[in-house]
């Protein structure tokens, strides 16, 4: 009967662990440096639409923070990318609050979301 309860509380301690590992955190921008490598859910809202699209090559980036010198955040979409979305991120998430899944890695050098897919995504209208 002990022996049954030890096993019992030992599953329960290990599910719970299991569990806890596959947690996202949630997450503001400015919050992303301290977040390298990790999964997160980061929510924030994109102020004034700063972005770069330098080429047809080049991904684009929008940035996140007020200003453009501010910025502490970039979510990169390869053109790929792109084109499996059913709408324009880049306008839509302008002045909007947005959620997305993923690890924060960097681009030139400032924390970054690389945005793999739609479903990734969630603007708010």
Same mark, same amino acid.
């Given at each position: ?7 019992? &509380?030992?599953?329960?301690? &290990? ?111």
């Amino acid at each position: 009967m002990i022996m049954k309860k030890l096993i019992y &509380l030992l599953l329960i301690v &290990l599910c719970s662990n299991i569990l806890y590992a596959q947690q996202e955190s949630k997450i503001t921008a400015v919050q992303a440096k301290d977040f390298m490598g990790k999964n997160v859910l980061l929510c924030d809202m994109v102020k004034n639409g700063h972005m770069d699209n330098i080429s047809k090559d080049e991904p684009t980036v929008v940035y996140v923070g007020d200003t453009y010198e501010t910025r502490t955040l970039a979510l990169v979409f390869t053109k790929d990318v792109l084109k499996g979305f059913s709408y324009d991120p880049q306008k839509k998430m302008e002045n909007h609050t947005f959620c997305v899944h993923g690890k924060i890695a960097t681009y030139k050098g400032r924390p970054a979301i690389y945005v793999q897919s739609e479903e990734q995504l969630n603007v708010e209208d």
